[in-house]
């Protein structure tokens, strides 16, 4: 056979290889995009179902306050029992779980936690809390929801290497808060410093192509909206910086002691209680159930839920809330975390900043209180995170304001500093930690995260 076809077809045969691998590579692109897309969706539909166990709700304490002694207690127990029995991996926020699964070299231990079952529980036991009383939020949720998406993507698709996967998983996380939120910065930084644990890590195209997806997506669904509206809040360089001061410092206390106080309650609670809480995981959470309808009847009903719409009055002004909301709003945030049940700490803690922020606002004369009430939803945010950054961002995109964004920076990183003294252990890294080792770590397994600390990431 001549020479020159000898290379004929080998030259096509290399075209035709070519061309089936850029087919392989643009399918799973595809197969990508449609799990970002399919993110934006669940998280709308998990945002309306929690607005309609909201609605269920106030129909309840309409007909009688008293009623939620009865409907918490039940709600937080059948909560309790169903995560129990049936679906192991859906309780707390879900974020520890996507952490922790980002660091798990077995995959048959992320295949449990990160499964469609266990996704579709997380949405509908969290909509059950919310609708019993709880003080949780679905923001938490959204995150092992999104990232558990986008793990059936990469396993449908045959991701078998662990640094792809992992990839994913930090993709379908960050899209569900962008979703979430709608604040597709905000999920950026948030898969960047919370997620990822490191600014060294670099931002993949996979993450940033999966929340501009799901928020688009999640944009055509319900609109461009602003999850607190708009303010035109300023802080201007100078006197009303005493309000950055007061802000960042209160609230790196009080969020620094929540953290510690959270991360202190799951290494277990000792003595005879603790023993009556390890043997009887039910009927514990029927008390704390007690307890939150307790709080809500004191409080008129306001700590019940995610605190959404208090936080949107506080920043918009169109109320005033006693300096006790904060206080009761953060202890049966507390109360509905040490029940067990699945739920966030997202949007409670920014109602618990809010909260904080208007009563700080009261003696600051000399600064918009709107702009306060930010500084302070920015402050306690990060410092139960302990992560500045997102705390931010979350805030400035949520307000639709960029005109205190310095102002936010400030407060949040002084609260920063002053959480991570009283608490040295970021929250939601000390729970991942947690979760690793209770999951019976095996050969393959890492149970250390990829950065210089174990838990403060």
């Not at 998280?43 to 309409?62: E, M």
């Not at 992992?166 to 604040?183: D, E, P, Q, R, S």
């Not at 400035?396 to 608490?423: P, W």
Request: proline share 4%; hydrophobic share 50%; aromatic share 8%.
């Amino acid at each position: 056979m001549p020479a020159s076809v000898t290379v004929t077809t080998a030259h096509l045969r290399h075209i035709r290889e070519q061309t089936k691998a850029g087919t392989v590579n643009w399918r799973r692109k595809l197969i990508y995009w449609s799990g970002g897309v399919m993110v934006g969706i669940v998280a709308v539909a998990f945002a309306a179902l929690a607005d309609k166990a909201a609605d269920v709700r106030n129909h309840i304490i309409a007909l009688s306050p008293w009623l939620m002694l009865i409907v918490t207690p039940g709600g937080l127990a059948l909560s309790t029992w169903l995560t129990r029995k049936w679906f192991r991996g859906a309780q707390g926020s879900g974020i520890p779980q996507a952490i922790a699964c980002m660091h798990l070299h077995d995959f048959r231990v992320v295949d449990r936690v990160l499964s469609l079952k266990i996704a579709i529980a997380k949405i509908f036991l969290t909509t059950l809390g919310l609708l019993s009383g709880a003080s949780i939020g679905r923001e938490g949720p959204s995150v092992q929801v999104g990232a558990a998406i986008m793990h059936t993507v990469g396993r449908f698709i045959g991701v078998n290497d662990p640094t792809r996967q992992h990839a994913l998983i930090k993709a379908g996380g960050a899209a569900g808060v962008a979703a979430a939120f709608n604040t597709p910065l905000a999920g950026i930084v948030f898969g960047i410093e919370e997620l990822a644990h490191s600014y060294e890590q670099r931002t993949s195209g996979t993450m940033l192509t999966c929340v501009v997806l799901a928020g688009v997506t999640a944009i055509a669904l319900v609109g461009n909206y602003t999850y607190f509206g708009h303010t035109d809040s300023v802080v201007p360089v100078g006197i009303s910086w005493l309000a950055v001061l007061a802000c960042g410092i209160m609230g790196g206390v009080s969020g620094g002691m929540f953290s510690a106080l959270l991360i202190r309650i799951s290494r277990g609670i000792p003595g005879k209680f603790g023993k009556f809480v390890a043997t009887r995981p039910i009927t514990f959470a029927a008390l704390c159930g007690l307890v939150l309808a307790i709080i809500g009847l004191l409080s008129g009903g306001m700590t019940y839920g995610t605190g959404y719409l208090q936080a949107r009055d506080i920043i918009m002004g169109d109320e005033h809330y006693p300096a006790s909301y904060f206080v009761l709003k953060c202890l049966a945030t507390i109360v509905s975390y040490c029940s067990g049940i699945p739920g966030g700490l997202f949007a409670p803690s920014l109602s618990v900043g809010a909260g904080m922020g208007g009563w700080i606002a009261q003696f600051l004369p000399h600064t918009t209180p709107g702009a306060v009430v930010l500084l302070g939803t920015a402050a306690y945010f990060a410092a139960v995170t302990q992560s500045p950054l997102t705390a931010t961002v979350i805030v400035m995109e949520m307000c639709d304001n960029q005109q205190v964004t310095l102002a936010l920076l400030a407060s949040a990183f002084l609260a920063f500093g002053v959480s991570r003294a009283i608490c040295s252990h970021a929250l939601y890294g000390a729970l991942a930690v947690k979760f690793l080792r209770s999951a019976n770590p095996r050969p393959g397994m890492s149970t250390r995260p990829a950065t210089a600390t174990d838990t403060a990431r």
